[in-house]
């Protein structure tokens, strides 16, 4: 394994500042700088850019992104006991690491990125991942703050994120990435790549914003998305009775007989425009 840069392993520096991972924060490290800089990359080229990373833990993933020559990193981090493993990151890279000590659910990521769009990249807490990237569709404005995001899920969620009609993963999720964004799976790791290892394989996901995203209110698709998946095994003139039920399908040009997880992202957000 070539290093990537002068710093200690991350063995060594698991051992010296006594990080054992703690299941309460989701904590399952990656130490192989290999495929935290396979991750960083699946971001395109970061030159000039500023990253910002959920998460950092011992700081796998933080030196990829900085060996890979980002600008600026902005780090968020929930744990305080790798703050001085991150302050010899820093160290290591002046002026181009900043340190946030706090929730990730609880950061103003538009003002994090000032104005210039960001790339988000993280190994997530598998307990925060997915309302984090619910947030990160969701902001009230579009374009969002950010330019692409590279998150680490478990494969279930990942299979959720980019699954397209038809697919037996195909539900809300899938709905709301695929109406903002462009998501695909990017590649699969295996548990033993953590330590410790995760029950479930993972997956790192890419994601960038649609441009013109189709006008609708995200309330509304919600409550659509929502009735229509709540039952999915039904047909829409049955699951979504209470929004209107065959007049609205008819509204939409849609076949009340169908079942939820045939319409495409733009029929539902037809549905919803129509409510
Ligand atoms: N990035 C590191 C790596 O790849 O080895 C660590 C990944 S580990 C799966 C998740 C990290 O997120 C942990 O360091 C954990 O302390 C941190 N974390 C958990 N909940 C968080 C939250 N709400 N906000 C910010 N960081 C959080």
Not at 132 to 146: A, K
Request: charged fraction near 25%; include cysteine.
């Amino acid at each position: 394994m070539s290093a990537i840069d002068d710093l200690p392993p991350l063995r060594e520096v698991l051992a010296e500042y006594e990080l054992n991972a703690k299941k309460a924060l989701g904590q399952n490290f990656l130490l192989d700088l290999n495929l935290t800089q396979k991750i960083a990359r699946t971001a395109g080229s970061l030159e000039g850019v500023h990253v910002i990373e959920v998460g950092p833990g011992p700081g796998g993933l933080t030196r990829a992104i900085l060996s890979l020559n980002a600008e600026r990193l902005t780090v968020i981090e929930r744990d305080g006991r790798c703050l001085p493993v991150l302050a010899k990151i820093a160290e290591r890279y002046p002026e181009r690491l900043e340190i946030i000590n706090g929730d990730a659910l609880e950061q103003d990521f538009t003002a994090l990125a000032g104005g210039k769009p960001v790339k988000i990249i993280a190994n997530l807490p598998y307990n925060v991942g997915t309302q984090l990237l619910v947030n990160w569709l969701l902001p009230s404005g579009w374009p969002p703050c950010w330019q692409s995001l590279t998150l680490m899920f478990q494969k279930e969620v990942a299979q959720r994120i980019v699954a397209r009609p038809g697919d037996k993963h195909y539900g809300r999720l899938g709905v709301l990435a695929g109406w903002r964004s462009e998501a695909r799976i990017a590649f699969d790791v295996p548990p033993q790549a953590f330590t410790p290892p995760p029950k479930v394989t993972s997956s790192v996901v890419n994601l960038t914003p649609r441009a013109r995203p189709f006008p609708v209110a995200a309330d509304k698709l919600e409550k659509v998305t929502q009735a229509a998946f709540g039952q999915r095994r039904k047909m829409l003139r049955q699951s979504l009775k209470s929004l209107g039920g065959e007049t609205l399908l008819e509204k939409a040009g849609i076949d009340p007989k169908r079942r939820a997880e045939t319409l495409s992202v733009e029929e539902f957000c037809n549905l919803a425009s129509l409510l």
